[in-house]
């Protein structure tokens, strides 16, 4: 298939999100269990092998923030107050359909905020340790990923075999290595697509329930990527500065960051984030035990939230090396201390590297668009 056929596969995944709420409507239909979650630590093949669907729960409109700001404080991050004011206005189709809902005790404002959603939902919260290496820490997530499975077996009366948690561990990973080979074609100079079209991938894929279909089309659109590529077209000019992004949870609202990167010349090659390289660059260990194996995984996975967090920065570092980076983008929304506190950190490990760094700090609201346009085209225009 030719080049125009990819316009249309982008936005089969850019659709995903709201063609799933059918999908997941049909699913109830049929008995499926829906559990929402909220967060990369939830170690979702514990739902999974349990026969349930697991989907993010929306949080990245501002559609529903007013009516969050009647129950929650106005001065906590937007992800924060849209996710509970999705469950208060039952906007969220997500959220609606879901018999459980999975969190887990990362930051202060969203441990608190699932004590309220609590009363609206069935929660299942997940105690977190805030660090990653000490053995009580190990043990401890090890026995939370454990009590996940005997709440999920509980609610929805099933027993999880080993068998069936050890597949669903090799289907997740199998996932996982495709949208890493996917997200890896960017390391071409220049990149075979634009960091917007990655996004649309990378966030869309998560709202495919049918796993087998949806290995399938990412298997597709790489290979459509490469033959395209390799017949020539360079739909990315090679002069395009390499962005790499991190921070916060980016998608929705907040790719008003790619569009403004993009459109002053940049072109973002990678995603530090939740939505890219974070939730996908580690495989879970198929040959321990497997509970064992996705405590140790998801433990380590680098975000603010832990103290210290090498991990977030040895991914970083190696992603800027691999990708041949020629400026780091980090975007926080507002209130949300633990990344605004480690942006000094962040800075000093990026500028150690010899790469020019900016963080911009942003909320839901389309009020700064013009403001974030100004500071990164400078940005983009101080690296020419
Ligand atoms: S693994 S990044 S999804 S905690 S809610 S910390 S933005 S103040 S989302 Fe996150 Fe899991 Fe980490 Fe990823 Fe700040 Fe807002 Fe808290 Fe947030």
Not at 123 to 134: E, G, I, N
Not at 184 to 190: G, H, I, M, T
Not at 233 to 245: C, F
Not at 365 to 380: E, G, I, P, V, Y
């Amino acid at each position: 298939m030719g080049k125009n056929q990819l316009p249309k596969d982008f936005e089969n995944f850019a659709d995903a999100r709201k063609e799933g709420f059918l999908k997941i409507k049909n699913l109830k239909d049929q008995g499926v269990k829906v559990v929402g979650t909220f967060c990369t630590y939830t170690p979702v093949e514990v739902i999974m092998a349990s026969g349930a669907v697991s989907v993010g729960i929306c949080s990245f409109s501002d559609e529903t923030i007013p009516d969050a700001e009647r129950v929650l404080p106005r001065n906590l991050c937007p992800l924060i107050k849209s996710s509970y004011g999705f469950a208060l206005t039952e906007k969220c189709p997500y959220m609606y359909f879901s018999d459980l809902l999975v969190g887990e005790t990362t930051c202060d404002g969203k441990k608190k905020m699932y004590e309220l959603l609590g009363e609206l939902k069935d929660m299942h919260v997940m105690q977190l340790p805030q660090t990653q290496t000490d053995e009580i820490s190990k043990e401890m997530w090890y026995r939370e990923v454990l009590a996940l499975k005997a709440r999920v077996e509980a609610d929805f009366g099933v027993e999880i075999t080993d068998e069936d948690i050890r597949a669903a561990i090799r289907l997740k990973n199998e996932e996982r290595k495709l949208l890493k080979e996917l997200y890896e074609l960017s390391k071409a100079c220049p990149p075979p697509i634009s960091g917007a079209e990655q996004l649309k991938v990378l966030y869309g894929s998560q709202f495919k329930f049918d796993y087998e279909a949806k290995l399938q089309e990412l298997r597709e659109i790489i290979d459509k990527i490469r033959q395209d590529y390799a017949k020539g077209e360079r739909p990315v000019p090679e002069s395009a500065k390499r962005i790499l992004i991190t921070g916060c949870p980016l998608a929705g609202a907040t790719e008003k960051v790619v569009t403004a990167i993009e459109e002053s010349g940049g072109v973002v090659v990678g995603y530090e984030n939740c939505i890219g390289a974070k939730t996908v660059d580690k495989l879970v260990d198929e040959n321990e035990e497997p509970y064992k194996a996705l405590a140790d995984r998801y433990l380590q996975i680098g975000c603010s939230v832990m103290t210290p967090d090498h991990n977030r920065f040895e991914l970083l570092e190696r992603l800027i090396d691999e990708f041949k980076v020629d400026g780091v983008v980090e975007m926080t929304l507002q209130a949300c201390h633990t990344y605004a506190v480690e942006t000094e950190s962040l800075r000093r490990v990026v500028q150690g590297k010899g790469i020019p760094f900016i963080s911009v700090e942003t909320d839901y609201s389309a009020a700064d668009t013009a403001q974030l346009k100004n500071r990164l085209a400078a940005f983009l225009e101080m690296m020419a």
